[in-house]
Structures are given as C-alpha cells and as structure tokens.
C-alpha cells in the first residue's frame, strides 16, 4: 500500500494550503486515515485523525484544521487555515485497514514540507 502526499509548501501566516493523501494498491478497505506533522526539532505529533464519520483533531489546531475522507478515491485531505509559523513541519499522511495482499496494514507517507513565514 502506498501513500502519495501533495500540497505542502511555503505560505504566509494567516494563509491556507489544503494536504492531500491518496492511497493505492491492494486496497481492499480503509478504516481511518490520519496526518501527523514533525516541526524542525521536535518529535512527531498527531494534527487529526478520521476514523469512519468520526473526527478527532489536535487542540492545537482545533478551529484551524479540518480533515475530510473521500472513501470512493482512498484520499484523505487536511485544510488549515489561518496557519502559524508554529505549523511550520513535515505533515506525514497514515492509513488503516485491509489489503489483499498484506491482510491487515497500517502505512505511513513519504512526508510533504510546510513552511509557515511569519
């Protein structure tokens, strides 16, 4: 199973970039995708997560992040808006579930800058 992550980049503050995380191959279902980010320095953390209709996002980006599931493309997409230079990291796409090849599999992305100028 692989995850191709787009959309990170370089942004001013108090602009918007939408993530986006298509996942492919042997993919019988999919049971929760999710995004991760690691600023420079620090170690990895969870930004948001969905798990069927079921939506959990970081307090740190609540009001700010949204993150949506579209189950007919295997893509998961993160919209920030009103982003922080605190934002600034490699965002890492994940996906749970069933493949046909690998039975159950819980992936990871390649990771995609964002760069958040103050």
């Known amino acids: 199973v692989q995850l191709v992550e787009s959309g990170g980049g370089l942004v001013q503050a108090g602009g918007s970039l939408t993530l986006s995380c298509a996942a492919s191959g042997s993919i019988i279902s999919i049971s929760a995708m999710g995004w991760y980010r690691q600023p420079p320095g620090q170690g990895r953390e969870l930004v948001a997560r969905i798990i069927g209709n079921i939506t959990h996002i970081s307090n740190s980006v609540k009001g700010r992040f949204t993150i949506s599931l579209d189950n007919a493309k295997n893509t998961v997409y993160l919209q920030m808006n009103s982003l922080k230079s605190e934002d600034t990291g490699v965002y890492y796409c994940?996906?749970?579930?069933?493949?046909?090849?690998?039975?159950?599999?819980?992936?990871w992305g390649q990771g995609t800058q964002v760069t958040v100028s103050s």
């Open positions: 994940t996906a749970d579930g069933n493949s046909s090849e690998l039975g159950l599999f819980g992936s």
